[in-house]
Structure formats: structure tokens, C-alpha cells
């Protein structure tokens, strides 16, 4: 069963960082393009970052271009998004997400539950 | 950036109605690239549709996908108590990005 467990959300002050993890299991990690993506409480999905298989593509939208960066140690079957400049709409659950390919352009299959993050003074 | 525009809003139907969701693109879309997704409240979202008309594994065949170029349709046949939720397309040709998304409610 794939499993997907994020970590790392909370409260941060506007300009602080974070870095979420995500931990997978039951599938071969290293084969497949992760994906995380975010939603506003109440609000729609907003595709955040994507990287590929072996980490050598890498994708960010153009709201988080320059502040946020997705990795992966794929030894470790962790994907990570380091989030730095943190801004007020940056707040909301962060989901990580895995792709049907290697590569990025393919839809996500599985998703995790998310994790909460609240950037507020 | 390709905007993908859903109709409508909100959707009020009965148990048993047929549902058409509709999504459009600023720009054409392969086919290959358009998708479909569940989500209810509380929960992550669902892979429904995948490739514009192919059901993911364990999609009932109530649901259905279809469309072309910068029009695309997800269709509930007979709608059941669990598919009142709210429903996304997503295109990943051009980067990716997701619609605002229809709410289906119960009427």
C-alpha cells in the first residue's frame, strides 16, 4: 500500500523558513516524479513544485519561484521543500504527492494527508 | 500559463441525476495531458480521470471523461450519496495547473 507522511508544517513568522518532509513507503520511490501541492483553508489546489524521478528536473510555480526548492533523497525515500521569504499567503496544507511516471507531466495517483502550515506574526 | 476555467461554480442535483462538469483551457490541451480529481471534506483528493477519458483504478464506470483541445467534461451518470464533493481538472502540458473547481451539492 503506498503510503505518503508529511512533516514538518507549523507556525513561522512572515520572512521565516521551513522544511516539510515527506516520508513514502510501499512503492519503489526512486521510479516515480513527486509532486507537492498546497491548499488555502477553503480555497482550491495550487501546484506548488515537481521534481522528477532521479532529481534532475525540478519544477516550482512562478508564486513560489526563488523562495521555495523541492528535493529528494531518493536513499532515503524522503521528498523534501525547503520554503524560505515565507509569506502570509503562503499559509495552508501542503500536500505531498506522487506521480504515475518518471516524469512530471503524468497525474498524481496518490496523495498524502498534508501538513499545516501558518505563516502569522 | 494555461488557466483552466470550471462551470459551474456549484452544481445542485438529486441522487440519481446525471452530472456534467465542465473545464476550459486558455489553451489547447493534448489529451494526454487533462485529469480529473475527487475531493470530499477533510479528505487529500482522488485521481478520478486520467489521459482525458481512462478511469483510475477503482473508479466506478458511473464516471466518465471526455473532451479535446480546450474543452473537456467530466460526466457522473447516476449520482450516488459519495460523489457529492468537489471535483478539479488539472493539465500538466504546459507546467501545472488546476482549475477553481466544481462543488457538486445535494439539491
Known amino acids: 500500500e503506498v503510503q505518503l507522511l508529511e512533516s514538518g508544517g507549523g507556525l513561522v513568522q512572515p520572512g521565516g523558513s521551513l522544511r516539510l518532509s515527506c516520508t513514502a513507503s510501499g512503492f519503489t520511490f526512486s521510479n516515480y516524479a513527486m509532486t507537492w501541492v498546497r491548499q488555502a483553508a477553503g480555497k482550491g489546489l495550487e501546484w506548488v513544485s515537481a521534481i522528477s524521478d532521479r532529481g534532475d528536473s525540478t519544477y516550482h510555480a512562478d508564486s513560489v519561484e526563488g523562495r521555495f526548492t523541492i528535493s529528494r533523497d531518493n536513499s532515503r525515500n524522503t521528498l523534501y521543500l525547503q520554503m524560505n521569504s515565507l509569506r502570509a499567503d503562503d499559509t495552508g496544507r501542503y500536500y505531498c504527492?506522487?506521480?504515475?511516471?518518471?516524469?512530471?507531466?503524468?497525474?498524481?495517483?496518490?496523495w498524502g494527508q498534508g501538513t499545516l502550515v501558518t505563516v502569522s506574526s | 500559463e494555461i488557466v483552466l476555467t470550471q462551470s459551474p461554480g456549484t452544481l445542485s442535483l438529486s441522487p440519481g441525476e446525471r452530472a456534467t462538469l465542465s473545464c476550459r483551457a486558455s489553451?489547447?490541451?493534448?489529451?494526454?495531458?487533462l485529469a480529473w480529481y475527487q475531493q470530499k471534506p477533510g479528505q487529500a483528493p482522488r485521481l478520478l480521470i486520467y489521459g482525458t477519458i481512462s478511469r483510475a483504478t477503482g473508479i466506478p464506470d458511473r464516471f466518465s471523461g471526455s473532451g479535446s483541445g480546450t474543452e473537456f467534461t467530466l460526466s457522473i451518470s447516476r449520482l450516488e450519496p459519495e460523489d457529492f464533493a468537489v471535483y478539479y481538472c488539472?493539465?500538466?502540458?504546459?507546467?501545472?495547473?488546476f482549475g477553481q473547481g466544481t462543488r457538486l451539492e445535494i439539491k
Open positions: 504527492a506522487k506521480g504515475s511516471d518518471r516524469v512530471v507531466t503524468a497525474p498524481i495517483n496518490h
Open positions: 488539472q493539465q500538466f502540458v504546459s507546467s501545472i495547473t
Open positions: 489553451q489547447s490541451v493534448s489529451s494526454g495531458f
